[in-house]
């Protein structure tokens, strides 16, 4: 479509647009957060009627192209067009729209749509659809709903009409930011970044905890969980991130073997949980997958997760293992993950048990001091917010 200075970006909020007596709430973050999104872009971005408007300065198809694909990382956008804009009246949308389809290659193939976001106006949908029927006969196109090359959705507010030839799916889900706070254990793996994506898409903000074999916090070392965190930040815009030594919990664990395993889930669980408590977060949120793995094992969860006071989020248990390496790659953290890395996990004993008894992990838990290694290690934490 050719740009122009009428040309914008509608987007669409669907949930957001059914949340009731919150509705401004939500709007008003999905606002922040497109600005923020798109801050270094020159466009506008205002709201109109039932969806936000974007109007680009003079962009160019590269330009609009980089804006979309910001869009497209925005949770709470259920759809989004390049559109042209009109004045809401039925002169207006066939002058436009008959300059649209004079493009258009005589026997091409058209699927015409349209709908009214304001019914005041004085015709309706099926008018706008008779009217554009008659341009597009004397121009030889065909009109069909199967198979068609191109597409002309009609969109009516109050103050304006738009006319669109492609209409994406957006990020769907929430703003993030808009439900709350979550603690997300982040390891260098696959699955965590999977999962923390989950509890961003409904709106959570992440404050990551991650665990890792060194001595010191230094940032070199970790670069790989930055840059895990980094990728995640095109959907959450902001986040904190705490970096725990692990090597209090290697000493105080010696004796547990077999059980080392559940025990330092256990440990992790511990540090969310007072991190949860200083951030005054509401949810854990961990990229456990049921079975995945020996040690994910429905008695191992329920062995590491005793004691643990907030609700703990596996959004990934129900999902194989294929699935999650193909949302990853979707999202953009799949390659980061196979970066190779000092896994803390990889230091345990091998062969971990699959069947802990939640009695002999409260016991290790309590004989080896848990808690107070937990506080000792949150002391030693180094946070950093981007
Ligand atoms: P992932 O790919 O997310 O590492 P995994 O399949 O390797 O998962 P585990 O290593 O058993 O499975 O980890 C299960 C979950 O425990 C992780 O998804 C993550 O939430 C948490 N976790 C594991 N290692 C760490 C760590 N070093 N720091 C923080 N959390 C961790
Ligand atoms: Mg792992």
Known sequence: MPLDDKTV???????????????????????????????????SIAREYD???????????????????????????SRFETARMTKPDLPSIKKLAGS?????????????????????????SIDIVRELDGIVRKKGIIRSNKGFTHELNVNVTKDSAFISMESLKGAGGLPSGSSGRAVILLSGGIDS??????????GMYPIYVHMHGYRNN??????????????????????????????????AALKSGRNETVLMKHFMLLLAQKIA??????????????????????ANLLAESQGIKYPIIRPL??????????????????????QPYLDV????????????SQKKIKQLAKESGMGRIAAKTVKISKALDA
Request: include cysteine.
């Open 277 to 298: 408590e200083k951030e005054r977060a509401e949810l854990i949120y961990t990229g456990d997958c049921l079975g995945q793995v020996a040690s994910q094992t429905s």
């Open 100 to 124: 649209i389809i004079s493009n258009f290659d005589n026997g091409s193939i058209i699927r015409i749509q349209s709908h009214r976001s304001y019914k005041q106006h004085e015709f309706n």
């Open 345 to 356: 996990c990889s230091i345990n004993a091998k062969n971990p048990t699959t069947s802990a």
């Open 9 to 43: 970006i509608s987007v669409r909020f669907g949930e957001l647009w059914l949340r009731g007596r919150n509705r401004n709430h939500y709007i008003k973050m999905l606002l922040d957060n497109m600005n923020e999104r798109l801050s270094g872009e020159d466009v």
């Open 317 to 338: 248990a129900g999902f194989d293992k294929e699935e999650i390496i193909s949302i990853a790659k979707r999202i953009g953290t799949y390659d980061l993950s196979l």
């Open 218 to 251: 230094d940032e070199k070392a970790l670069d790989k969980i930055n840059c895990i965190a980094e990728k995640l930040k095109e959907y959450s815009l902001h986040y904190r991130i705490y970096f725990m030594p692990s090597h209090l919990f290697q000493i």
């Open 51 to 77: 969806r936000v408007l974007i109007k680009a300065g003079s962009p160019s198809d590269t330009d609009m192209e980089r804006i979309k694909s910001k869009l497209s990382t925005v949770f709470g956008i």
């Open 193 to 202: 970044p999977v999962a923390a994506w989950y509890a961003i898409k409904r």
